[in-house]
């Protein structure tokens, strides 16, 4: 079997009774150009449970049904519940650290995502925040691909990702975006406080909005004549350069 099929939900009453059970659904495929009441509901009650519903040609679903059974719509579940953000701060209160926040700007690529939560974890962050919208979400192949660490490290799921760094400030979080032409050199910059690094997304980086709510850009130095690194990789690197000089390295 496919790993990215693991955690299909499919079909009419099965997708409905997971919504209707408050299992954490990370987004519903329907097939379009479909008129039919018993879909129409099934995507209003996702809609209302804050679930991105996406409509796709028929085929796609085909392609991806596991049991050749959709019905016309299949659901992506989460492997496990997601956190607040409330919860990824008690956590640092809990260890008696300053916070540690890592927030993924629209990374899309779900092996990106896992390795970001696998790094963040080992290094001993307090929790990720990713978008509801336009980003991976806590699939099957997430949880493997961070090696199990999204079952240990909060992460939290926000439908408005630049209202979540207003709320981050306002609790005292510095935040300090990742960006390649940024004059701030990671090795120089202090990473020691309370802080919530963001790392773009693959493709274009950081959106508009969510740039504006950084207090400090921050870059890696770069020796070679590739000018970027994949999006798990520099986070990987800038969250092991906190580590270090949280330990007073």
């Known amino acids: 079997m496919d790993e990215r099929r693991t955690d299909l939900i499919e079909g009419r009453n099965a997708v409905n009774e997971a919504l209707k059970a408050g299992r954490a659904i990370d987004k519903l495929y329907v097939a ?3 008129n039919d009441s018993a879909l129409g ?5 996702a809609r209302e449970r ?4 996406v409509t796709v040609d028929r085929r796609k679903l085909d392609e991806i049904s596991v049991t050749g059974s959709h019905q016309g719509v299949i659901a992506v579940a989460a492997v496990t519940h997601y956190a607040s953000i ?3 701060l008690a956590l640092a209160e809990e260890r008696g650290e300053p916070p540690f926040v890592i927030v993924c700007d629209e990374i899309s690529d779900v092996h990106n995502l896992g390795a970001i939560i696998r790094s963040a974890e080992c290094a001993g ?3 990720v925040i990713i978008p509801k919208r336009r980003s991976a979400g806590l699939t099957a192949v997430v949880d493997k691909t961070s090696a199990g660490a999204a079952e240990y490290l909060p992460v939290a799921r926000v439908s408005n990702l630049p209202a979540a760094l207003d709320e981050l400030k306002r609790r005292g979080l510095w935040v300090y975006g990742s960006a390649a032409e940024a004059e ?3 090795w120089e910059t202090d990473l020691t406080g309370p802080l919530c690094l963001v790392i773009g ?3 274009e980086g950081m959106g508009r909005l969510v740039r504006e709510k950084c207090d400090v850009l ?3 130095p770069m020796r070679g004549r590739v000018s970027s690194l994949n999006a798990s990789a520099a986070a990987a690197i800038l969250i092991y350069e906190a580590l270090r000089q949280r330990s007073g390295s």
């Open 218 to 220: 921050v870059s890696i």
């Open 86 to 88: 409330d919860d990824i």
């Open 184 to 186: 701030s050199g990671m």
């Open 32 to 34: 379009r150009g479909t």
């Open 125 to 127: 962050a307090h929790g």
């Open 41 to 45: 509901r099934i995507t209003a009650r």
């Open 50 to 53: 804050g679930v991105a519903v």
């Open 201 to 203: 997304s693959e493709g």
